[in-house]
């Protein structure tokens, strides 16, 4: 069992599922390695092992075990790789997500998805879970690629998000862009809660909206962190990809943690 009973559910309810039977894509990323750390139990297979972009080998994969939920956090995740080689972000998150809906579907598993905030296109904000969405980047494509296969299955859930590692990794950060990103322990925390619950369908899952510059120096307050400004940079910083996450916080009353607010 998951091992922790979630209070002031709302809408979810509580299925306490066996960690047991939880198979995770990506687990040697930044999100596997924090969930490692917190559900050791699960089935966190190779890339070599499982890879999304062959069907035959997943089916063989889970022949002999009792998997009933995916977590589906593989994929190419750089977006100036992606825009070099965009054929690869095709195979791993457009037809690699598909061949795990399909296995999925033959299987009758929970599928849990990881989107991102950049599905949208960062003129606005605060963007709620039924938002139009426009990608402006290749990497957000393939992302949104992988959504449209997932919304075909009616057993899963996407989740949208950012997450960075727990220590804010650059000298500089932006003070001219929003976003609701969170430390990947924090994301992962949030995530736990949703898998640990029969939810289905889209959910953001991130903290309150603020800059990048004051993310970084809430994260990593000691460390001298400069000012950079979307102006500074050749490529193009998309302005303000926060997400509501009032959903999330309704059903699950995880905001108290984030922001302090009595919610
Ligand atoms: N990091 C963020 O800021 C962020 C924000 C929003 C959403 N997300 C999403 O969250 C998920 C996890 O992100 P992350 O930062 O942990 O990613 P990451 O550190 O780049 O790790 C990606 C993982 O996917 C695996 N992988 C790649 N192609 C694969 C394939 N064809 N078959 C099986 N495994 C494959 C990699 O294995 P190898 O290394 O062995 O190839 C690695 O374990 C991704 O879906 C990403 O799009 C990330």
């Known amino acids: 069992m ?23 894509t990506g687990g040697s990323g930044l999100l596997g390695r924090e969930f490692r750390k917190i559900l050791p139990d699960i089935l966190y297979p190779s890339h070599r092992e499982f890879d999304v972009c062959n069907l035959q080998q997943m089916q063989s994969y ?4 009792d998997v009933s939920t995916m977590f589906h956090a593989a994929a190419f995740t ?25 296995l999925c579907m033959q299987r009758g598993l929970r ?46 859930v996407i989740i949208r998000t950012s997450f960075g590692p ?25 995530m736990l809660e949703v898998l ?5 369908g889209v959910i953001h899952v991130g903290g309150d909206r603020k800059t990048v510059y004051e993310y970084a120096k809430k994260l990593s307050p000691s460390k001298m962190i400069g000012e950079l400004r979307a102006s500074d940079v050749p490529f193009s910083v998309p ?25």
Not at 196 to 200: E, K, L, P, V
């Open 62 to 65: 889970l022949k002999d075990k």
């Open 166 to 190: 727990n220590e804010f990794p650059y000298d500089k950060a932006f003070v001219d862009q929003w976003t609701s990103r969170e430390s990947v322990s924090v994301i992962a925390s949030m």
């Open 111 to 156: 599928l849990i998805y990881i989107s991102t905030d950049y599905v949208f296109k960062g003129d606005k904000g605060n963007y709620k879970e039924d938002d139009s969405v426009h990608p402006v980047n290749k990497y957000a494509w393939s992302k949104l690629g992988g959504e449209c296969a997932v919304q075909m299955y009616e057993n899963s």
């Open 239 to 263: 302005k303000d990809t926060s997400l509501d996450v009032e959903l999330y916080r309704t059903i699950f009353r995880y905001g108290q943690k984030i922001s302090g607010k009595d919610r």
């Open 196 to 200: 640990d619950s029969d939810y289905r």
């Open 2 to 24: 998951l091992g922790r009973i979630i209070s002031n559910t709302v809408h979810a309810e509580i299925s306490m599922i066996d960690s047991r039977r939880i198979l995770f």
């Open 78 to 102: 750089s977006p100036p790789k992606v825009d070099k080689e965009p054929q690869n972000a095709i195979d791993a998150n457009i037809l690699g997500t598909s061949n795990v809906v399909k």
